[in-house]
């Protein structure tokens, strides 16, 4: 393997992540995921029955008021705790870098079908009156809601949008990061995936007419990772969030990396 000049070196600098059954910190969610613990319970759908899924529960007024989750989107709750968790855990107040070279990338499978389902649903308890129809909507469902909560959240004014790579979002968002970083566009990147697709009845109604939706009379062990009787996927929400930095031979943050290398704990 070739070694990579410093300046060509990118370091994880911190870690903020929900997944779903309460894994909401790096150490929780590698413990359960070497323990084989499932966070998979069930929903009620609106127009469907229960079906299982994954379920993030997290504290989403720790960086954030009520009033401003309830105005923004469950993408961008999620991206602003995950964001906030990151820097959290890399100690960074922002005291060294520049909130305008700082960038925000994060990758999407889909997003604004959940607050379209929702208001088509609400007009139609008022006979359809499109007067009911919330003004939000339009903020609520561009494709780059969540990277703009997150950066509206953290006074971030660098560059920063969502990138869509159906499930392969997550890493497109991290190779967008590190380029950005390579070519000096920033500084800092905060990037990873979120997913909100969990308030979607339509995206449960079209795997199940495809027959593609998983059943079992315990979610847990619906969809288990190479088991043979599993009959389909299960759909969940979630969402990670990396802080990304150049290697400049030392990191002053929380994980005090030291060496050539730094090494994640």
């Not at 709750?77 to 100690?91: P, T």
């Not at 007009?123 to 909507?137: L, Q």
């Not at 006074?155 to 949008?161: A, D, F, K």
């Not at 495809?210 to 315990?218: M, R, S």
Request: with cysteine; glycine share 14%; aromatic share 8%.
């Amino acid at each position: 393997m070739t070694d990579l000049q410093d300046a060509q070196r990118i370091v994880i600098t911190g870690v903020g992540l929900t997944a779903p059954g309460g894994a909401n910190d790096l150490s929780e969610f590698r413990r359960r995921l070497l323990a084989g613990e499932s966070g998979i319970s069930t929903i009620d759908l609106r127009y469907m029955d229960r079906a299982p899924a994954g379920l993030c529960t997290f504290p989403e007024t720790r960086y954030r008021k009520k009033k401003e989750n309830k105005r923004g989107t469950r993408a961008g709750c999620i991206g602003v705790f995950c964001a906030g968790e990151a820097l959290a855990d890399a100690g960074i107040d922002f005291s060294v870098y520049d909130k305008a070279r700082t960038g925000v990338y994060i990758g999407l499978t889909e997003h604004g079908t959940v607050e379209t389902e929702n208001e088509v649903y609400n007009i139609s308890r008022f006979d359809y009156n499109v007067d009911y129809w919330t003004h939000h909507h339009n903020p609520r469902t561009v494709l780059n809601n969540p990277a703009g909560e997150i950066t509206m959240n953290l006074g971030i004014t660098g560059p920063h949008y969502s990138v869509g790579a159906a499930c392969a979002a997550g890493n497109a968002a991290l190779i967008q990061g590190t380029q950005m970083l390579r070519l000096g566009e920033v500084d800092m990147a905060l990037c990873g995936g979120i997913s909100e697709c969990t308030g979607s009845f339509g995206i449960f109604a079209s795997f199940r007419a495809q027959g593609a939706l998983a059943e079992h009379e315990d979610p847990q062990k619906a969809s288990r990772p190479f088991d043979q009787d599993r009959n389909g996927i299960v759909i969940s929400e979630g969402g990670v969030s990396l802080s990304w930095s150049g290697w400049t031979g030392h990191w002053p943050g929380a994980h005090g990396f030291t060496g050539k290398l730094p090494v994640m704990p």
